[in-house]
């Protein structure tokens, strides 16, 4: 069974940088894609970028060119840069396998302050 810990969010302005980390537990994660999604007050989850166990991304349209998602399969760890964060990236952000999430993690909150 895998396991989701996510860390590194905080309250930035706008503008600001943040780094997510998200360590999965499980033997699963080397061979799946990983996907980061993020759920704002009211609004549904919804897929913010993904990985596959190969490197390649695809990202939401709302954050390309400023989110880099990034793994490091030896240490089953998945990452987010996000760089010029604005208020409407605020959010709960989690990470899960994509694109069949298994069990959530906590999250992490990320709030950004206009």
């Known amino acids: 069974q895998v396991q989701l810990v996510e860390s590194g969010g905080g309250l930035v302005q706008a503008g600001g940088s943040l780094r997510l980390s998200c360590a999965a537990s499980?033997?699963?994660?080397?061979?799946?894609?990983m996907g980061w999604y993020r759920q704002a007050p009211g609004k549904q989850r919804e897929l913010v970028a993904a990985?596959?166990?190969?490197?390649?991304?695809v990202y939401a349209d709302s954050v390309k060119g400023r989110f880099t998602c990034t793994r490091d399969n030896a240490k089953n760890t998945v990452y987010l840069q996000m760089n010029s964060l604005k208020p409407e990236d605020t959010a709960v952000y989690y990470c899960?396998?994509?694109?069949?999430?298994?069990?959530w993690g906590q999250g992490t909150q990320v709030t950004v302050s206009s």
């Open positions: 899960n396998s994509f694109p069949l999430p298994v069990e």
């Open positions: 499980g033997s699963m994660f080397s061979i799946n894609a």
């Open positions: 990985i596959t166990s190969g490197g390649s991304t």
